[in-house]
C-alpha cells in the first residue's frame, strides 16, 4: 500500500539515485583497479622483454638463448598465475563487501519503512479521534 504524498515519491527517488551512485562509483573504482593492474603487467613485461634481449645479446650460442627464453616464458607464466590468483582472491573479498553493504542497505530501508508505517499508524490514530471528536460535537 503506497501513502500518498510528495515525501515518498522523493524518497523512492532518492533510494534509486543512491543506489545507481554506488554502482557508478563501484565501476569506476574497477575500471581503476584493472588499468593499474595492466599497467604493472605491461611493465613487467617489457622489463622481461629488455632482459631477454641483454641476455641474448650477450650469449654466443642459440641454445643458450632458447633456454633463458624458456627461463623467461616459465617466469612470465608463474607471475601471470599469481596475479591472476591475487585478482580472483580481490574479486572474491569486493564481491563479500557489496554483498554485505548490500544486506545492510536492505535491512535500514526495512527499518525505515517500518518507521513510517507507524507514523502513518500514529497520524491515522489521530486524525479518527479528531474526526470522532468533531463528530460528537456536533
Known amino acids: 500500500m503506497r501513502a500518498s504524498g510528495v515525501a515518498e515519491e ?8 543512491d543506489d545507481l551512485a554506488t554502482q557508478v562509483d563501484e565501476a569506476n573504482n574497477e575500471e581503476m583497479r584493472r588499468a593499474s593492474t595492466e599497467d604493472s603487467t605491461a611493465a613487467r613485461s617489457e622489463e622481461a622483454g629488455a632482459l631477454v634481449r641483454d641476455e641474448a645479446m650477450k650469449s654466443q650460442g642459440n641454445r643458450s638463448v632458447l633456454d633463458l627464453r624458456k ?8 607471475e601471470r598465475k599469481k596475479d591472476l590468483e591475487r585478482e580472483v582472491e580481490e574479486r572474491h573479498r569486493n564481491f563479500e563487501e557489496r554483498k554485505m553493504d548490500r544486506q545492510r542497505e536492505v535491512n535500514e530501508r526495512q527499518k525505515d519503512r517500518e518507521v513510517q508505517m507507524q507514523q502513518m499508524q500514529v497520524m491515522q490514530s ?9 463528530v460528537k460535537k456536533f
Not at 627461463?71 to 608463474?78: H, P, Q, T
Not at 489521530?126 to 468533531?134: H, I, K, N, Q, S
Open 10 to 17: 522523493v524518497t523512492e527517488k532518492t533510494i534509486l539515485l
Open 71 to 78: 627461463f623467461m616464458f616459465a617466469r612470465e607464466l608463474e
Open 126 to 134: 489521530a486524525m479518527t479521534t479528531v474526526l470522532d471528536a468533531l
